[in-house]
């Protein structure tokens, strides 16, 4: 019998991230919560202080230029999730996790981009008094994929 997780991965990343060091956090989040792989788009940090365990050498990293070179790049048969406060945007609570997928978080401060919010297959939000750090916000996401496999 064939294990129903073999073909199950996922990335995920962040567009014109304001600070290395979110990065670096969610990145070791990333690492420790079962990520295939990492990617920023926009701006680039190459090492984090807070990427205590090295997860750039440990996990493949990409970087694309901008939006549109990102969702070009998109492996075939990949759900694109945005991470975002909006209306349209399904709980986290109840959203069934793609097998294959890349979750995207914008910036605290200006989210995800209009194209990137248009493009999403899905967006996703979760209860929240204000917005949250970008790598708490990645890193709530990852865990609520562990604890509800993906059944799609």
């Given amino acids: 019998m064939m294990d129903n997780f073999k073909n199950e991965y996922f990335g995920i990343g962040i567009q ?15 690492q420790n919560l079962g990520a295939s792989f990492i990617f920023t788009i926009g701006n680039r940090y190459a090492k984090q202080a807070c990427d205590t365990h090295n997860a750039v050498k440990a996990m493949p990293y990409y970087h694309y230029n901008n939006f549109e070179d990102f969702y070009n790049h998109l492996p075939k048969g ?29 910036a605290e401060d200006h989210g995800l981009s209009k194209a990137a919010i248009e493009k999403s ?32």
């Fill in 16 to 30: 014109n991230g304001k600070t290395p060091e979110n990065l670096g956090v969610l990145w070791r989040s990333a």
């Fill in 78 to 106: 990949t759900r694109l999730v945005g991470v975002e406060l909006t209306e349209q945007a399904i709980p986290l609570e109840t959203f069934n996790h793609p097998r294959r997928c890349v979750y995207l978080l914008g």
């Fill in 121 to 152: 297959h899905f967006l996703v939000k979760f209860k929240s008094q204000l917005s949250l750090n970008v790598s708490v916000a990645g890193s709530i996401v990852m865990y609520d994929r562990g604890i509800n496999k993906p059944r799609s």
